[in-house]
Nanobody, 126 residues
Framework: QVQLVESGGGLVQAGGSLRLSCAAS????????VGWFRQAPGNERAVVAA????????YYAGSVKGRFTISRDNAKNTVYLQMNSLKPEDTAVYSC???????????????????WGQGTQVTVSS
C-alpha cells in the first residue's frame, strides 16, 4: 500500500534529543495505525510507541514514557518520534511500521504490522 522511510537518527550524548521521522509514499497515509519499534544487538524488536491513524490514541513503552512523544501529520504523510533525555540504553535501530486499522486503534506487537521501513540508527553516548 505505502512505503516507509525513516530519517533523523544519529549520534547524540546522553541527555540530548533527536526527532525521528517516518515518511510514507505511494498512497495516502490516512487510516493507518503506526508504531515505532527498536532493536538493539542481542534483543528482540520491541515496541517503543504507537499511534492510531486519527492521532487520538497513543501508547508508550514504560522505559520511554515521559521522554518520548509520538505524533503524526497526515497531511504530510509523516509520523514523528520526538526523543528527549536520551540514555545509552536507548541505543538501537529504530524502525517504523504501519497497518490499516480503526480510527481509534493502535497495536503494540510487531506481528500486527505489515509495512515496515528500513530503520535508522540511534546511538547515545555516555
Amino acid at each position: 500500500q505505502v512505503q516507509l522511510v525513516e530519517s533523523g537518527g544519529g549520534l547524540v550524548q546522553a541527555g540530548g534529543s533527536l526527532r525521528l521521522s517516518c515518511a510514507a509514499s505511494g498512497r495516502t497515509f490516512s487510516s493507518y495505525a503506526v508504531g515505532w519499534f527498536r532493536q538493539a544487538p542481542g534483543n528482540e524488536r520491541a515496541v517503543v510507541a504507537a499511534i492510531s491513524w486519527s492521532g487520538g490514541s497513543t501508547y508508550y513503552a514504560g522505559s520511554v514514557k515521559g521522554r518520548f512523544t509520538i505524533s503524526r501529520d497526515n497531511a504530510k504523510n509523516t509520523v514523528y518520534l520526538q526523543m528527549n533525555s536520551l540514555k545509552p540504553e536507548d541505543t538501537a535501530v529504530y524502525s517504523c511500521a504501519a497497518v490499516r486499522g480503526g480510527s481509534g486503534s493502535y497495536y503494540v506487537v510487531k506481528e500486527a504490522y505489515d509495512i515496515w521501513g528500513q530503520g535508522t540508527q540511534v546511538t547515545v553516548s555516555s
